[in-house]
């Protein structure tokens, strides 16, 4: 146990302060802008995209101030598995954001690996590195959320916040952290606009 919290310490040491305010500062232009955020992720990341786009819309809330647009593209259920029966998982966010992307809008995508690495089933995180090129490709912005070096997801997006560690678990551990941590800061920025 002393080991793992010893750990997860030092990675707060060498998270990137400037690639966090970045992020915080591309989602706050989005809030005064009124674009929507769009948060995608995969496997445990698929739960923190959900869990972000929740603290996003709930604890960002100001009274009398508008409030972010944010829609976790993990949560359809039905929609993930008809897209993924008739033209496969590799599209299940494109196709999402064919419907609902336009200009200044965000996509938030949150993988460990950040798109790179691969197992049976081949590359990982495929589906998500298509959307932010779809993204790119139609003029919105993009933040990412990995680990490990931070993979495609630190050359491919606007904003790349890498948690420096080789470990799922402190990985995803600190994703849920990093977006507690941006939502704080922006309720705080809201309160004082």
Same mark, same amino acid.
């Given at each position: 146990m002393s080991d793992f919290l010893r750990e997860f310490a030092d990675v707060a040491r060498r998270i990137s302060e400037d690639d966090i305010n970045k992020a915080i500062d591309l989602l706050f232009d989005a809030w005064k802008k009124g674009s929507r955020i769009f948060i995608i992720g995969n496997g445990g990341s698929a739960s923190t995209a959900t869990h972000f786009a929740c603290d996003l819309a709930k604890t960002t809330a100001v009274e009398g101030k508008k409030r972010f647009k944010v829609i976790s593209l993990t949560d359809n259920v039905p929609l993930l598995t008809a !897209?993924?029966?008739?033209? @496969?998982?590799?599209?299940?966010?494109?196709? *999402?954001?064919?419907? !609902? !992307?336009?200009?200044?809008?965000?996509?938030?995508?949150?993988?460990?690996?950040?798109?790179? @690495? *691969?197992?049976?089933?081949? !590359?990982?995180?495929q589906n998500l590195t298509a959307a932010i090129q779809y993204a790119k490709d139609n003029s919105a912005r993009t933040i990412g959320m990995a680990g490990f070096d931070g993979g495609a997801f630190k050359k491919m997006t606007d904003v790349c916040v890498v948690v420096p560690a080789n470990s799922t678990p402190y990985v995803e551990s600190w994703h849920a952290t990093l977006e507690h941590l941006i939502c704080s800061c922006l309720k705080e920025r809201i309160q004082n606009t």
């Open positions: !897209l993924t029966n008739d033209d @496969g998982f590799a599209s299940i966010f494109v196709e *999402q954001l064919r419907n !609902l !992307l336009e200009k200044d809008d965000v996509l938030i995508a949150i993988s460990v690996h950040g798109g790179s @690495g *691969q197992d049976k089933a081949g !590359l990982w995180s």
